[in-house]
């Protein structure tokens, strides 16, 4: 990262991933406590899964089973029922 924009660019997408992972514990977790990263990656996004088409539809197979599932569960309508406009103050 000799030139200067390899390394704006670098911390830009740091910057964009670190801000969707704070929105996503804000909105669809709602949890006030800052979770890191890899907690974040063991209960929701390590977990296995496959992809399948059925009558046009994709769908998105997750293995989960018991409390770990109805919790996915309600991550996922939270996300559905979800309004796509946010507001955020800069002040």
Known sequence: ????????AAFRSIMIAYNL????RQVV???KSQ???ST??????????WITKHAGKTILN????????????GLFDIVK???????????
């Open 1 to 8: 990262m000799e030139k200067f924009w390899a390394t704006e």
């Open 21 to 24: 992972m704070s929105l996503f």
């Open 29 to 31: 977790l709602k949890s």
């Open 35 to 37: 979770a890191t990263l």
């Open 40 to 49: 974040l990656r063991f209960k929701c996004f390590a977990l296995g899964s």
């Open 62 to 73: 997750i293995s989960a089973i018991g409390e770990k599932r109805k919790w996915l569960d």
């Open 81 to 91: 029922n979800k309004d796509s406009s946010f507001y955020f103050s800069n002040a």
